[in-house]
């Protein structure tokens, strides 16, 4: 960030400490419809018009370290392999072989010089094209070339890899927007893969990811883990195009300075040299639509992604991305004993989530009314509707689009209140 920046979010964190009342402004936040947690029409609007038009954050290339190496993905419902091409591309395929539908790999993953349905042995090259088929005799005139695998958009951040089930989808730059720009001090491109855990919960996929979009819960639900990091009075919440959202909350102030003890380095071995100010003093937290939520520090990139396995069940994939530690094991930023439960701050965050599930889908369970705290969840919703199409979504289901673009990322009113 530059300097100017710095100031700017400094003064923003006194601004939102001394203010009694939301922005001058800043709409008021109609309730979120309780449906949009418990309907089955609605869930399956998700996984057709968000989870298969959006960039989803899907390996890194630490799993895929070579030419050859692949992996089986399946975390959005539809049967995926990703592999390393020999021209040092990242490619996605559907995990379907163009003669029988069988699957062309069945192990979760491994390195070939050809992927092979075992089936009948058609094989294919790493970047998907169909090279040769067993008895071609029995097929007559056969064209090879028009039963490639069926590919699926694949770019790269950095060492982080993404697929777009939409072959119409803009970029992966154009996606994140000025994000891409804001990442570039973390070296997305040079960090290791540390740790990579998964947890089912019994809960609407939206409940336990919202759990870490605001900071409104923090003295209630981490009066001794997280509250004594971050002032929740003085955060800033930043809105982006596309539905993403960011949180900066700097450290409480002990006897009229900000003491910034943690546990953040988590025993980190090393750092990256080139993250700022406001990373090192602050809890800075990026949600990227649609399940993305990852705090970012000079020690560790930690990606939370939530997957949807059903209305009311889903799965937390917890990511330790950390700067080259050398030779041994790396930070596990996420977990109790490499994967053994997760840490105290993430069941503070889920364990209430099957009893929330349970009340939500009970008659006694209307709504949600968001405070400007919980903007980001709002903001969230506006943009999950435009993405199915604000005319598919069932009237009562619906939210309504109040935060404008006046809101989103770089306008914000609230600079011009802070010079009153």
């Not at 097929?139 to 490639?148: E, P, T, W």
């Not at 970012?296 to 990139?301: A, G, H, I, M």
Request: with cysteine; charged share 25%; proline share 7%.
């Amino acid at each position: 960030m530059t300097p100017q920046e710095i100031k700017t979010l400094r003064d923003l964190m006194e601004y939102e400490a001394q203010r009694t009342a939301p922005p001058e402004g800043f709409p008021r936040l109609p309730d979120i419809p309780a449906g949009r947690y418990t309907d089955e029409g609605f869930y399956a609007l998700e996984q057709a018009e968000i989870f298969k038009k959006s960039w989803l954050f899907a390996a890194h290339l630490d799993e895929l370290p070579e030419p050859g190496c692949f992996i089986k993905w399946e975390q959005a419902g539809e049967p995926v392999v990703i592999v390393h091409a020999e021209n040092g591309d990242v490619n996605a395929f559907y995990n379907v072989c163009s003669h029988r539908g069988a699957p062309v790999v069945t192990d979760e993953k491994g390195r070939r010089l050809r992927l092979t349905c075992q089936y009948h042995g058609w094989s294919y090259s790493l970047n998907g094209e169909l090279q040769a088929i067993k008895d071609p005799e029995d097929f007559g005139d056969f064209d090879l070339s028009c039963r490639s695998l069926s590919s699926i958009r694949c770019e790269r951040f950095g060492k982080f890899i993404f697929v777009n089930f939409d072959p119409e989808a803009v970029s992966l730059l154009d996606w994140l927007g000025p994000i891409a720009d804001e990442w570039q001090e973390f070296q997305f491109d040079q960090c290791r893969l540390s740790a990579r855990h998964s947890f089912d919960l019994d809960c609407n996929w939206k409940v336990a990811m919202e759990a870490n979009t605001e900071v409104y819960h923090v003295p209630n639900i981490h009066p001794t883990t997280v509250a004594p990091l971050l002032d929740h009075r003085r955060n800033v919440n930043t809105l982006y195009r596309n539905g993403h959202g960011r949180m900066v909350a700097p450290p409480p102030r002990l006897n009229g300075s900000e003491d910034a003890a943690s546990t953040r380095d988590v025993g980190a071995r090393a750092e990256i040299a080139t993250v700022g100010e406001i990373a090192r003093t602050c809890i800075q937290s990026y949600g990227i639509f649609p399940n993305w939520v990852s705090q970012l520090t000079e020690f560790v990139l930690g990606p939370l992604l939530f997957w949807p396995n059903g209305v009311n069940k889903c799965r937390i994939e917890c990511w330790t991305i950390a700067p080259d530690w050398g030779d041994g094991e790396g930070p596990d930023y996420w977990t109790v004993n490499r994967g053994e439960s997760l840490c105290k701050i993430l069941l503070e965050d889920t364990e209430f989530g099957t009893e929330i599930q349970k009340s939500m889908e009970s008659p006694g369970f209307k709504g949600v009314p968001l405070s400007y705290q919980e903007a980001r969840i709002y903001h969230w919703n506006q943009h999950a509707d435009r993405m199915i199409g604000l005319d598919s979504i069932p009237s009562e289901l619906a939210v309504e689009q109040v935060i404008n673009e006046d809101w989103v990322y770089p306008n914000d009113p609230r600079l011009a209140q802070i010079t009153k």
